[in-house]
Nanobody, 128 residues
Framework: QVQFVESGGGLVQPGGSLRLSCAAS????????IGWFRQAPGKEREAVSC????????YYTDPVKGRFTISRDNAKGTVYLQINGLKSEDTAVYYC?????????????????????WGPGTQVTVSS
C-alpha cells in the first residue's frame, strides 16, 4: 500500500524557517516527480513546488520562489521542503503527492489532477 506522510509543520513567527518532510512508502520514490501543494483556510489548494524524478530538476511558483527549496533523498524515501522567510500568507496545510503522469516537472505550476497518493498534510502557521 502506497502511503505519503508529511511532517515538520508548526507555529513560527514571520521570518522564521521550517523544513517539511514527505515520507513515502510502498513505492520506489525515485521513479516519481513529487509535488508540494498547500491549502489555506477558505481557499483552494495551490501548487507550491515540484522536483523531477530523474535529474531532480525543480520548479517553484512565484509566491515561494527564492524562499522555498525542494530536495529529495531517494535512499531515505523522503522529499523535503525547506521554507525560509516565512510570511503570514504561507499559513496553510501543506501536502505532498506523486505525479503519476509525468516524471519531470514542467515550466508550469504542478497540476493537482496529475498527482496521487496524497498525504494527510502538515499544518504551517505563521503568526507573531
Amino acid at each position: 500500500q502506497v502511503q505519503f506522510v508529511e511532517s515538520g509543520g508548526g507555529l513560527v513567527q514571520p521570518g522564521g524557517s521550517l523544513r517539511l518532510s514527505c515520507a513515502a512508502s510502498g513505492l520506489t520514490l525515485g521513479d516519481y516527480a513529487i509535488g508540494w501543494f498547500r491549502q489555506a483556510p477558505g481557499k483552494e489548494r495551490e501548487a507550491v513546488s515540484c522536483i523531477s524524478a530523474s535529474d531532480s530538476s525543480t520548479y517553484y511558483t512565484d509566491p515561494v520562489k527564492g524562499r522555498f527549496t525542494i530536495s529529495r533523498d531517494n535512499a531515505k524515501g523522503t522529499v523535503y521542503l525547506q521554507i525560509n522567510g516565512l510570511k503570514s500568507e504561507d499559513t496553510a496545510v501543506y501536502y505532498c503527492a506523486a505525479n503519476l503522469m509525468r516524471r519531470r516537472c514542467t515550466g508550469d505550476p504542478p497540476r493537482g489532477y496529475e498527482y496521487s497518493y496524497w498525504g494527510p498534510g502538515t499544518q504551517v502557521t505563521v503568526s507573531s
